[in-house]
């Protein structure tokens, strides 16, 4: 692990090059988001985000990185995948949930 890694804003690990990882909209690009602020998560946060929260959620309350730790489900979640390596990959096969 180098330190000029870059954090993930949600469980605030480094994510370590090879490591899957995302560009998550801060505000859906479906809500007006695209070309919007972005921010890169690890694969498995940015897929706790979409699986927690609607996009008409994101864009409206959820469209910050302190917003999007405040939500009780994610904050458990980023309390749980903290203690895991950076390098930490879900062992669940399959995309992102169908809403």
Same mark, same amino acid.
């Given at each position: 692990m180098h330190t000029d890694d870059p *954090?993930?804003? =949600?469980?605030l690990r480094p994510i370590p090059k090879?490591?899957?990882? #995302?560009?998550?909209? =801060? *505000?859906?690009k479906l809500k007006g988001g695209k070309g919007g602020p972005t921010v890169l998560m690890? $694969? *498995?946060? $940015? /897929? &706790?985000?979409?699986a927690s929260l609607s996009e008409a959620e =994101?864009?409206?309350?959820?469209?910050t990185? &302190? @917003?999007? /730790? #405040?939500h009780p /489900?994610?904050?458990?979640? @980023? @309390?749980w995948v903290s203690k895991r390596p950076p390098s930490f990959k879900s062992k669940v096969p399959g995309g992102m949930r169908k809403r």
């Open positions: *954090i993930c804003p =949600l469980c090879g490591v899957p990882q #995302s560009l998550h909209h =801060l *505000i859906p690890h $694969h *498995i946060c $940015h /897929r &706790e985000v979409h =994101l864009a409206r309350d959820y469209n990185p &302190e @917003a999007l /730790r #405040s /489900r994610l904050a458990k979640f @980023a @309390a």
